[in-house]
């Protein structure tokens, strides 16, 4: 191999490392951010979760509901508990976006708002482990850690999530 062969490869696989550290560092979330955003939607699932109850009358979707309602408020606990430690806000209110989700949900009725929630549900799922995932490689020891304990409920959440739309979808 040639010298400049060498070096040319060597450049390569130095720009290729710092862009690859650079892309994995832009996937982290600060810690501030990480339990505004989450504890503003850990507030709309179980909103949203209280909803499905009273609107729905199918029982797999209120079964979905009291899990999402049981799991998110125990996960918005410890968060909160993690955030008063590190003296970081958490939302008491959802997020405008996921009002307007909810608003449109109140709209429906039936098997529309069952296929609607169950819908919502899944592209709420993905967000948050998204976040989750972010959180997951966080410089913060305790967020990293209660991301990590938490993405395999996330993940079955959106697995159940999804059995419900293949339930409930009228297309």
């Known amino acids: 191999m040639t010298i400049k062969k060498l070096l040319t490869n060597s450049a390569l696989v130095c720009i290729f490392g ?10 982290k979330i600060d810690a501030d951010d990480f339990v505004e955003e989450v504890s503003a939607k850990g507030v709309a699932e179980v909103e949203g979760a209280k909803l499905a109850l009273e609107k729905s009358s199918s029982s797999d979707v209120q079964a979905f509901a009291q899990k999402m309602i049981s799991d998110h408020t125990a996960a918005n606990m410890e968060l909160a508990g993690i955030a008063s430690r590190k003296n970081l806000e958490v939302s008491d209110e959802a997020e405008l976006t996921t009002k307007a ?3 449109v949900l109140e709209q429906r009725d039936g098997e ?14 993905e967000d948050t482990i998204e976040l989750f995932q972010q959180a997951a490689v966080s410089d913060d020891a305790e967020i990293a850690a209660f991301a990590k304990q ?12 999804k059995a419900l739309v293949a339930a409930h979808d009228n297309e």
Do not use: G, I, R, W
């Open 112 to 125: 529309s708002f069952d296929e609607a929630y169950a819908k919502n549900q899944v592209s709420a799922h």
């Open 101 to 103: 989700k909810k608003f």
């Open 18 to 27: 710092a862009t690859s550290s650079l892309a994995f560092s832009l996937d």
């Open 150 to 161: 938490t993405l395999p409920k996330l993940q079955h959440h959106l697995k159940m999530a």
